[in-house]
């Protein structure tokens, strides 16, 4: 609770005027005293006379003075019945007596119970000085009053931040403990998945290293065939695959990139036929592994193909740019959301909107990168998702016009 500084008028600056309640039944008495005030005061004084009680109240209600003068003792009245008149009103209000005659004991009394001063009039020269000194007092009881409110509600301001600060440093450590709590959870989730990850793909190598042996002895005992030769490729594809879910597993990049001359055409209408997928793509030379580029585009299409529903609804196409060869996954399925394109390509990230597999985007992305080039996706037109995959074309091509539509 904040302490009020008492009710006080506040004292004149100087040269201002200080209005003084003289309380004195004689005329010449109040005369000697208005000359004695007249001189050596740095205001100026405005001297009001009331000779007895009612017309001294009525003074103190109707125009409250800076300071009060008043004789001791009056006709039907006296100074200390007055001093307590103007205590009870304003504590603070300087109040001297003024009088012909005082025992010391009174006079000890009277400033016992809260009188400034007293004064005798065979001794007015000390008038002055003792109201300059009143005045003085008055000012510096108030400026202490002040500046101890100034004090308690500063204590309270901080106080009460200090409130806040314990709350908020409360509210953090409940927080603190609850993204404790969760990044436990997380860190145990992935690393159940990336245990999973790992386990199946030791499951999964020694089945298909079996297959493949099988199809490699199969294919040389019948002698070439088509179909035998596209399901050991396949096989090959899937267990470079499962290489790389191992590595991902352990927070390692794709590796093994083996670089030459390829036909990127011929591998993109492999891709399409074993998709059932149209890709009407003509023949296009450039550096880049044949087997990391098939798993890039196996998995963009058969992502495409799944979220479709349909391989007629899945196109496979090649724009030519200078510098740099396009090739583009259009399907007509319910495309990837704004909020989702940003984060299609993170590590463990699945959105069935967006037909990710939760590794395969991110496995294709780091091949398109360790190949020099770019991968993103934007809507189709009309409806659908469409990803873009652009590839360097050989530096002696650069600036060519391969004349491709």
């Given at each position: 609770m904040t302490l009020p500084i008492p009710a006080l008028r506040a004292m004149p600056a100087r040269g201002d005027v200080l209005h003084i309640l003289h309380l004195e039944d004689s005329e010449l008495d109040h005369e000697l005293v208005a000359m004695n005030l007249a001189d050596d005061l740095p205001w100026t004084v405005r001297?009001?006379?009331v000779e007895d009680e009612a017309s001294f109240i009525h003074a103190l209600e109707t125009d409250p003075p800076h300071l009060v003068l008043s004789d001791f003792a009056l006709p039907g009245y006296d100074g200390l019945s007055a001093f307590h008149a103007v205590h009870a009103r304003d504590p603070l209000l300087p109040f001297i007596i003024v009088t012909g005659a005082m025992g010391e004991e009174i006079a000890v009394d009277t400033l016992r119970q809260g009188v400034t001063d007293y004064i005798l009039k065979q001794r007015l020269e000390r008038l002055v000085p003792s109201v300059r000194r009143a005045i003085a007092e008055v000012e510096a009881r108030d400026s202490r009053a002040r500046?101890?409110?100034?004090?308690h509600e500063l204590n309270q301001s901080l106080q009460a931040r200090l409130l806040e600060v314990e709350r908020l440093r409360n509210t953090a450590e409940r927080q603190s403990q609850r993204l404790e709590v969760q990044a436990r959870q997380l860190e145990e989730a992935l690393n159940l998945q990336k245990t999973f990850l790992a386990e199946t793909s030791h499951e999964l190598r020694t089945p298909l290293t079996a297959l493949l042996g099988y199809l490699r002895r199969a294919e040389r005992e019948a002698g070439g065939s088509q179909v035998l030769q596209d399901a050991q490729r396949v096989a090959e594809n899937m267990t470079r695959l499962v290489n790389d879910l191992l590595q991902l597993s352990r927070g390692e990049l794709v590796q093994n990139i083996e670089m030459h001359f390829m036909n990127l055409g011929t591998l993109l209408r492999q891709v399409g036929r074993d998709?059932?997928?149209k890709a009407e793509v003509p023949d296009v030379e450039i550096v880049g592994d044949p087997g990391r580029l098939t798993q890039?585009?196996?998995?963009?299409?058969?992502?495409?193909?799944?979220?479709s529903g349909s391989?007629?609804?899945?196109?496979?196409?090649?724009?030519?740019?200078?510098?740099?060869?396009?090739?583009?996954v259009v399907d007509k399925g319910p495309g990837v959301p704004d909020a989702i394109k940003p984060r299609i390509f993170d590590k463990f990230y699945r959105g069935k909107e967006a037909g990710s597999a939760g590794l395969g985007l991110t496995i294709a992305q780091q091949v398109v990168t360790s190949h020099g080039g770019t991968i993103d996706v934007l809507d189709t037109p009309g409806g659908g998702a469409t990803f873009r995959v652009r590839l360097p074309m050989p530096d002696e091509d650069n600036g060519e016009d391969d004349g491709y539509a």
């Open positions: 001297l009001e006379r500046a101890e409110q100034a004090v998709f059932s997928v890039v585009f196996v998995n963009l299409v058969s992502n495409a193909v799944r979220v391989a007629d609804l899945v196109s496979l196409n090649i724009v030519p740019r200078a510098g740099e060869i396009e090739i583009r």
